[in-house]
């Protein structure tokens, strides 16, 4: 072993800085982050800089940069393990002991379980705002669009903000309407659920603007298999069956699961083939060692995965940490809130507020009118957020 923390994190993300900066400030001492990333990204932006509302430099910026003051960043990837021993492995090879664990990796995306579809992606004919590294595609081929057919896809199972899947497509028809192609670009989604989102108060409004749009919806469906070479999407749906879609460009979010690395590991429920950190959902204390935590996109917990929840989750898991370290029973409490914030247009934006089994927690007690289009709550998420984000948010701020 080369180095002993108090705290060590793992995964400098949202999740991982956010919390380091508000132990730091709760007094902590000895917190390093390990996070083998030389950019840091906000992932919100993404879906603006695909339906052309930002651009790419404005949601990276250098990790040095961001980590917050008074803790330390060691620049690697966790490889693995070793809860009974309080140690991890780094893919240096060197090993971390700690006092205290903070896992947060994030999630991972399933690229290749969908038979096709790296090759169309290779051929520039599909593309993603789940990846840093595809938002220049997908914002061209967005915007150069004319006419034709374009396939967007929302996949089943656990996902980051899965709604955020729809924002691009919203911002795109928009585009296009504003410049006088909609009426020749067919638009066809595909939503793993029976309606858009699951809350009736968001649904109407968001059915409203697929109807406006007149964007075709396959319900209960998923992305099966992508022929790159024929330019065809194979969809299946629970009522329909499959069918073969021919298009001009295709807008995929992959599937996405718990990192690899993860679920070969002790942390996950024995048993649990989803592979997230096994964590009390209210606490975020590890079920079975006491001195592990996790929160944001890797953790096993019941909230929608977002950002947005982790403004709370960051709070509850610092002050549950600082009371163990105490000697103190960890008695702060997560709600499950979780946010989706749909940019319907490229001035308006629905913002859903909701716990756990997605009943309504707006921000603002019995005011729901964020939850209808609005144009402040657009400006919010495109223009203060992000500058909440890389001055507050990451420092353990807000
Ligand atoms: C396109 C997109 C749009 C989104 N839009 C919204 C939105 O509008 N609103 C909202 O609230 N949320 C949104 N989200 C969700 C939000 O970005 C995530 O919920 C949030 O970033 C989760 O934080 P995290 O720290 O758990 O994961 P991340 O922020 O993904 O960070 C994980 C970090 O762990 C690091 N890591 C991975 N493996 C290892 C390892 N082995 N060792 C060490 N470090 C490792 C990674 O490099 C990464 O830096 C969006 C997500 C995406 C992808």
Redesign the pocket.
């Known amino acids: 072993m080369t180095s002993h923390h108090r705290v060590v994190v793992?995964?400098?993300?949202?999740?991982?800085l956010s919390v380091a900066g508000r132990l730091a400030r709760y007094g902590v001492d000895d917190v390093v982050v390990?996070?083998?990333?030389e950019h840091?990204?906000?992932?919100?932006l993404?879906?603006h800089v695909a339906g052309g509302t930002a651009r790419a430099s404005q949601a990276v910026r250098r990790q040095a940069d961001v980590i917050p003051r008074r803790v330390g960043w060691i620049q690697?990837?966790?490889?693995e393990f070793d809860p009974d021993s309080d140690t991890v492995r780094l893919?240096s090879g060197e090993e971390l002991g700690y006092d205290h664990l903070i896992v947060?990796?994030?999630?991972q995306e399933d690229w290749d379980s969908i038979p096709g579809l790296s090759e169309a992606i290779r051929t520039g004919a599909a593309a993603s705002?789940?990846a840093f590294e595809l938002l220049g595609t997908a914002s061209r081929r967005l915007r150069d669009l004319r006419a034709g057919t374009v396939v967007f896809t929302q996949p089943p199972g656990p996902a980051?903000?899965a709604g955020?899947a729809q924002?691009p497509m919203y911002l795109a028809c928009d585009y296009w309407r504003a410049t006088g192609v909609l009426a020749d670009i067919r638009v066809v989604f595909v939503v793993p659920t029976p309606t858009m989102f699951g809350m009736p108060a968001i649904d109407e409004e968001l059915e409203r603007k697929v109807e406006e749009y007149g964007i075709e919806v396959r319900r209960e469906a998923r992305l099966l298999e992508v022929d790159a070479p024929g330019s065809t999407a194979l969809i299946g749906s629970t009522a329909d069956g499959t069918e073969r879609i021919a298009y001009d460009y295709l807008h995929v979010?992959p599937p996405q699961s718990a990192?690899d690395?993860l679920k070969a590991s002790p942390l996950p429920a024995p048993g649990d083939p989803g592979g997230f950190v096994e964590v009390d959902p209210r606490t975020l204390r590890h079920a079975r060692y006491p001195n592990i935590w996790s929160?944001?996109?890797?953790?096993a917990t019941t909230n929608s995965?977002?950002?947005?929840?982790?403004r709370k989750q960051t709070k509850v898991l610092a002050r549950n940490l600082v009371a163990a370290l105490d000697g103190r029973e960890p008695v702060a409490r997560y709600d499950g809130y979780?946010?989706?914030?749909f940019t319907v247009s490229r001035r308006t934006m629905v913002f859903a507020e909701f716990d756990d089994e997605y009943r309504p927690q707006p921000t603002i007690p019995f005011w729901p009118g964020l939850a209808r289009e609005r144009r402040l709550t657009w400006l919010a998420?495109r223009y203060v957020l992000p500058w909440v984000y890389w001055h507050l948010i990451l420092q353990g701020r807000a």
């Not at 690697?76 to 490889?79: E, S």
């Open positions: 793992v995964g400098g993300g949202n999740a991982g390990v996070e083998p990333r840091h990204r906000y992932q919100p993404f879906s690697d990837a966790v490889a893919s947060c990796p994030g999630i705002h789940y980051s903000c955020a924002k979010v990192p690395f929160l944001g996109d890797a953790a995965k977002s950002g947005g929840a982790l979780s946010v989706c914030p998420d």
